[in-house]
């Protein structure tokens, strides 16, 4: 089986940095996924790692620890739009490669 | 420009009726699936193709229905047999170098 975890529910500063966790036992590995959902919407890609590591892209990076099943997504210089939740997915090849989600973690960036 | 199409947006179904929604893909993409989203739920697989003519049931299949005669289309049945369906519906196709899942912009489906 797979389970993900994630923050519920994290608040933070326009201006500030904020890092949002995902710990994962999962019987096999084959990538994580980070996205972003605002209220209503559809969830819209930030980053996928396969590899330990930290991937950045502007604002936003992503960090894997394969071994201690971890992964953060840092959100830098936050802004007011970065209010939405964050879901984190994992991709197990024993499961046909689908991605499980976490719950999601809602951040609520306040001035 | 390519990408995934659900319709509708929204859906009212009254109680006992069978409804449809619509998931179409221009990215060529073999693999599609069906989520549900409820508050505080997260996301959970429904159903999933990963070649036409062929589907599996996810992790809450129940009262749920699909078909892929089209590699290009995966609709989603919801039947009178599913005694919750009031949620955000989403359908998802992948890369084929497996890096990125595409989402549909979602059904927000509602009993009346």
């Known amino acids: 089986g797979q389970n993900i975890d994630q923050p519920t529910e994290m608040t933070a500063t326009e201006g500030a940095i904020v890092q949002i966790n995902c710990t994962y036992q999962?019987?096999?590995?084959?990538?994580l996924f980070w996205y972003q959902q605002h209220a209503g919407e559809a969830p819209t890609f930030l980053s996928y790692n396969v590899l330990d590591g930290l991937e950045e892209k502007g604002r936003f990076s992503s960090f894997l620890s394969r071994s201690k099943g971890y992964s953060y997504l840092l959100l830098k210089e936050l802004q007011m739009k970065d209010s939405a939740s964050y879901l984190c997915?994992?991709?197990?090849?024993?499961?046909?490669?689908?991605?499980?989600f976490g719950r999601g973690t809602s951040l609520i960036v306040h001035p | 420009d390519g990408g995934i199409t659900q319709s509708p947006k929204y859906l009212f179904r009254k109680e006992g009726q069978n409804v449809t929604l619509s998931c179409e893909q221009n990215?060529?993409?073999?693999?599609m699936y069906w989520y549900r989203q409820d508050p505080g739920q997260g996301l959970r697989l429904i159903y999933y193709?990963?070649?036409?003519?062929?589907?599996q049931k996810g992790d809450i299949a129940e009262g749920y229905s699909v078909s892929r005669e089209k590699k290009e289309s995966f609709p989603l049945t919801v039947t009178s047999a599913q005694k919750n369906p009031t949620a955000f519906y989403l359908c998802?196709?992948?890369?084929?170098?497996?890096?990125?899942?595409?989402f549909g912009q979602g059904t927000r489906l509602t009993v009346v």
């Open positions: 990215l060529n993409h073999d693999a």
């Open positions: 999962t019987s096999g590995f084959n990538g």
């Open positions: 998802a196709s992948i890369s084929r170098d497996l890096t990125e899942a595409f």
């Open positions: 193709s990963q070649i036409v003519n062929d589907f």
């Open positions: 997915a994992v991709r197990d090849p024993k499961g046909s490669y689908i991605p499980t």
